[in-house]
């Protein structure tokens, strides 16, 4: 029966033909689309008005024909085209069958061999264009399957609207265990650890991907030997066009790598937290050991050489306190077991990282530790181990050795970069502590030194100056008038006396290094000590042309250490004249709220912004020693015993401009004061 709807474009260049063809498919019941008269018009109209069939003359006007027309149709559209022509010679015939046309009619035609022709061609159009979908759906599902069956980094398969497995993947066997032939028609949960089973996990999944349309969840899995992995994975429900459920789409990837980075990563941050946390070894290594259970060891051991190259259990931890006490107490009791060729103590001889077994590819019950090994590995059932050498600056200081009971589970080569890293940070922290044990030992090395050489230089001082004190007044008594030779003798005692001062703040460091200053505290007048001062530094000042004024109104009575307060002016004061370039020094005392603030500002050379950071060190200095002299102490007395006072001094500086320094002291002391400087 003819359908309607067909819809035919008519390519003829003799109207009267065209228009009697289009009479007579009308006639038929079909459509005409369009009717053109030239290869030139026919091409663009096929395009453009989408044709059911094309009845195509041969012999058209201008250059191009009804098969040049056709091929070029045919290279844009698949659309059926039946040739009406006058012609059958071979020539035409063979040009023709080129272009694989549906039909070929010859004029004169009647209507019915005009209907069979265009019949054909449509049905013959539908059938070729059907077996090809089918064969390109065919070819699609073979390369489907060829796809899914080659992936190998993913578990690609379908479970049944039950969820039961009803295809399985090379990815799905490597990642799994399985063989198509074990698995085919297991339910999902043989995938799940007990614990998910148990809470319904399994359908819990399949139930969300239904509601939702997907479902994607990340966890541990089971492979088919027991071992666990972490694993991503993406359910789809499969439905048709009535909505029916016809199984599950799963795909699972191993994420096992990326946990475990990520995990060690974690592991990494948190032993160095607690490595940084304190230079007391004793707290932090065993802390350390311990955060790696149960996540990538089941027990941990850290022996450490002693001052005889000895290694002496540190640190150790296991995930079963009853095997952490065995080892307690074996690492205690055995023997050095000294030239063995496998263990902890080879490495430590060796340098040498040891992986035992070596490889995860090995049979499942994993093989026995040699019976050269340690007692202590074999008596804590260690399957598989790992033993570092613990290394810095090119030494080696002991042993970290990573243990594993269960069956599955084996440490191979890629385990070892976490590993090496964790033992070269616990080297950096144990070099560290040796350090800063050396430093701590050098520092008080050095005030015992300070405190000795400050005592054996007052010794020989003290008679010196009473015997340039006796020279004075000797001359003074016999009237003898040489002004060249008091001249010098006062000139050795002024160096007497600085170097006595110098003496006294050697001991003082040494003594506030010791917690040895104690403030004798007493009720004074701040305001008249520091116009004593300014009197005192203003002879001082005006050698180096400078002009000292002090701003100081009434008086500002309080609880101080009268000789600690004057040296801590003092202190300020001979640094305002060393590095005030000549320029006016002012000193100012105000008191507010309780408390004296006592500013003294220069106009010199000022305190560049890294120096600023430094000035209150010990031993530290501003300014080139070439040029300016002194210990670098000053500025670190003075701010230690404000700080004594309960006080504060800070520093305002800007190069070329001058500095401040404001010492701030509560007029009475506090429950917080401490009569010592840390």
């Not at 020279?471 to 030779?485: C, E, H, K, P, Y």
């Not at 001062?501 to 009720?523: F, H, N, P």
């Not at 500002?556 to 320029?583: C, H, M, P, T, Y």
């Amino acid at each position: 029966m003819t359908t309607p709807s067909k819809r035919i474009l008519i390519v003829e260049d003799q109207r009267l033909i065209a228009a009697d063809l289009a009479s007579t498919l009308k006639r038929l019941g079909y459509d005409v689309a369009g009717s053109v008269a030239s290869g030139e018009e026919a091409v663009p109209a096929a395009l453009e008005l989408h044709p059911d069939l094309i009845l195509m003359d041969i012999r058209l006007r201008d250059e191009m024909d009804g098969i040049q027309a056709a091929e070029a149709i045919r290279a844009r559209s698949d659309v059926p085209i039946v040739y009406l022509t006058a012609y059958a010679d071979e020539e035409t015939i063979a040009r023709a069958k080129g272009t694989t046309p549906f039909g070929y009619l010859v004029k004169p035609f009647n209507e019915r061999e005009l209907r069979a022709a265009i019949e054909i061609a449509i049905y013959k159009h539908d059938a070729d264009r059907l077996l090809a979908e089918e064969r390109a759906g065919r070819r699609a599902a073979e390369e489907f399957k060829l796809l899914v069956d080659s992936v190998k980094d993913y578990a690609i398969y379908m479970l049944d609207p039950s969820g039961h497995v009803a295809t399985w993947n090379e990815g799905a066997r490597r990642i799994k265990g399985y063989a198509a032939g074990e698995i085919l028609g297991k339910h999902l949960s043989v995938f799940y650890p007990p614990e998910d089973v148990e809470a319904g996990r399994p359908r819990e999944v399949l139930q969300r991907a239904l509601r939702d349309g997907r479902a994607e969840i990340e966890g541990f899995r089971v492979r088919k030997d027991g071992s666990r992995f972490w694993a991503s994975t993406v359910i789809t429900p499969m439905t048709d066009g009535a909505g029916r459920l016809h199984g599950f789409g799963h795909v699972t990837r191993d994420l096992t790598d990326r946990k475990r980075r990520e995990e060690d990563s974690h592991l990494l941050d948190c032993a160095t937290l607690a490595l940084a946390s304190s230079l007391d070894l004793s707290t932090t290594l065993p802390e350390v050991v311990r955060i790696v259970i149960p996540v990538v060891a089941d027990g941990c051991l850290l022996d450490l050489a002693d001052d005889a190259g000895q290694l002496v259990p540190t640190a150790i931890a296991h995930s079963d306190p009853e095997c952490e006490a065995v080892a307690r107490r074996l690492s205690a009791t055995l023997p050095p077991q000294l030239g063995l060729d496998r263990g902890p103590r080879h490495v430590f001889a060796t340098g040498i990282s040891e992986i035992h077994p070596n490889g995860r590819d090995a049979a499942p019950a994993a093989e026995p530790l040699p019976a050269t090994h340690p007692e202590l590995l074999r008596r804590l059932g260690a399957r598989s181990y790992v033993s570092l050498p613990v290394r810095c600056r090119g030494r080696t200081l002991g042993v970290l050795t990573f243990l594993r009971s269960a069956p599955f589970v084996r440490y191979a080569k890629s385990d070892l970069p976490f590993f090496e890293e964790l033992s070269r940070r616990i080297g950096l922290a144990i070099d560290n502590a040796r350090l800063y044990r050396q430093a701590q030992e050098a520092i008080v090395a050095r005030d015992e030194f300070l405190q000795i050489a400050s005592h054996e230089l007052n010794t020989p001082l003290t008679p010196l100056r009473l015997q340039l004190d006796a020279v004075t007044r000797a001359l003074s008594a016999a009237g003898v008038r040489n002004d060249r030779l008091s001249q010098k003798v006062a000139a050795a005692t002024r160096q007497t006396m600085r170097l006595a001062v110098l003496v006294d703040t050697l001991l003082d460091v040494s003594r506030l290094s010791a917690g040895q200053i104690v403030l004798d505290r007493e009720v004074f007048d701040l305001a008249a000590v520091v116009r004593d001062l300014a009197a005192r530094f203003r002879v001082e000042a005006a050698k180096v042309g400078s002009e000292l004024a002090a701003h100081v109104e009434g008086s500002i009575v309080g609880r101080w250490d009268r000789a600690r307060v004057e040296q801590i002016l003092s202190n300020l004061l001979s640094n305002a004249v060393k590095f005030g370039a000549g320029r006016p020094i002012e000193i100012r005392a105000t008191v507010t709220g309780g408390v004296v603030r006592i500013s003294i500002a220069d106009h010199g050379i000022g305190i560049g912004e890294d120096a600023m950071r430094r000035i209150f060190g010990r031993f530290e200095r501003a300014a080139s020693l070439r040029h300016y002299g002194g210990f670098g102490l000053g500025l670190f007395m003075a701010r230690q015993l404000a700080e004594a006072h309960g006080g504060t001094i800070v520093a305002e500086s800007q190069p070329g401009v001058g500095s401040r320094f404001t010492v701030a002291l509560p007029l009475e002391p506090t429950p917080l004061d401490q009569p010592r400087v840390a």
